[in-house]
């Protein structure tokens, strides 16, 4: 398993887009340029959130974990988006109600289990409010990729789960 790649780079902040196509794509571009992803990655997300939406209604501040097939992966990764404005993403599991996200995790995964650990650290960061309503107003992007290392435990992400 490839080690998990996140620093400053792939955090970004003041996200602006009014469509979830617009922010997927902003954030495709970026780990493309970092040469984490394919190409084909960015078609491939916007296509699958389409299909599966992964907004979550969380307190406080909504968030959407978009993410896609392994295949488009060159290096496991997670990119985190603060948008500057809220954006309406389809509800994980009812496509028919949207919610209006501030946050987006997207990850990129090379290897299909490897999402599930990462998921699970992911939703105890999301019942949490007030680390939520953190990473909006944070505009230090080494502020936010540290509190989000030590709250999502990296170094167990690593092992082969």
Known sequence: MSE?????????????GSTKEDVLTVMGNNLVEKGLVQESFIPAIVAREAEFATG??????????????????????????I?????????????????????????????AHSQLTLLQKLMQVFQNEETLKYLVSEKNKSSIKNLLEAKLDFVALEGGE
């Open 4 to 16: 998990l790649f996140f620093d400053e780079s792939i955090i970004l902040l003041d996200v602006d």
């Open 56 to 81: 979550l209604p969380t307190a406080g501040v909504s968030v959407a974990i978009p993410h896609t097939d392994v295949e488009h992966v060159k290096r496991k990764t997670i990119s985190v988006a």
């Open 83 to 111: 948008l500057k404005n809220e954006v309406e993403f389809g509800v994980m599991g009812d496509e028919t109600e949207t919610t209006p996200v501030k946050i987006v995790f997207m990850l990129a995964m090379d290897e």
